[in-house]
Nanobody, 131 residues
Framework: QLQLAESGGDTVQPGGSLRLSCEGS????????VAWFRQGPGKEREGISC????????GYADSVKDRFSISRDKTGNAVYLQMNSLKPDDTGVYFC????????????????????????WGPGTQVTVSS
C-alpha cells in the first residue's frame, strides 16, 4: 500500500507564505501525477494544483493561480506547493494525492484537478490563515 505524507502546514497571517511538501513512503514520485486538494471549513474538497508525470505540465485552480506554485524536487522524492499572498479563504486541510502515470516519449502529459484519477491520498496538513 502506497503511503503519502504532507508537511508544512501552519498558522500564518494574511499575506504570508508557506511551502507544503508531499512525499511518498518508500517510493519516488517521478512517475506519478501529483495533485494538491484542499477542504475548507464547511466546504467541499477542491483541486487547487497538479503536476503531471516527469516532463509534463502543471495546472492551477483560478482561486490560486499567480499565488501558488507547484514543483518537483530534483531527486523525484517530493512535490512542493509554494503558497504566497495567503488569504483567510485559503484556510483548510491540504491533501496531496497521486496516481501512476508512466511518461511516454514524445507525449506531453497533463494532469487533472478532479479527485477521480487519484488513487492514493495523504492524511492532510492544516493551513490556517488568520490575523
Amino acid at each position: 500500500q502506497l503511503q503519502l505524507a504532507e508537511s508544512g502546514g501552519d498558522t500564518v497571517q494574511p499575506g504570508g507564505s508557506l511551502r507544503l511538501s508531499c512525499e511518498g513512503s518508500g517510493f519516488a514520485l517521478d512517475f506519478y501525477n501529483v495533485a494538491w486538494f484542499r477542504q475548507g471549513p464547511g466546504k467541499e474538497r477542491e483541486g487547487i494544483s497538479c503536476i503531471a508525470t516527469t516532463g509534463g505540465t502543471t495546472g492551477y485552480a483560478d482561486s490560486v493561480k499567480d499565488r501558488f506554485s507547484i514543483s518537483r524536487d530534483k531527486t523525484g522524492n517530493a512535490v512542493y506547493l509554494q503558497m504566497n499572498s495567503l488569504k483567510p479563504d485559503d484556510t483548510g486541510v491540504y491533501f496531496c494525492a497521486v496516481h501512476k502515470a508512466i511518461p511516454i516519449a514524445g507525449v506531453q502529459h497533463s494532469c487533472r484537478l478532479v479527485q477521480s484519477p487519484y488513487a492514493y491520498w495523504g492524511p492532510g496538513t492544516q493551513v490556517t490563515v488568520s490575523s
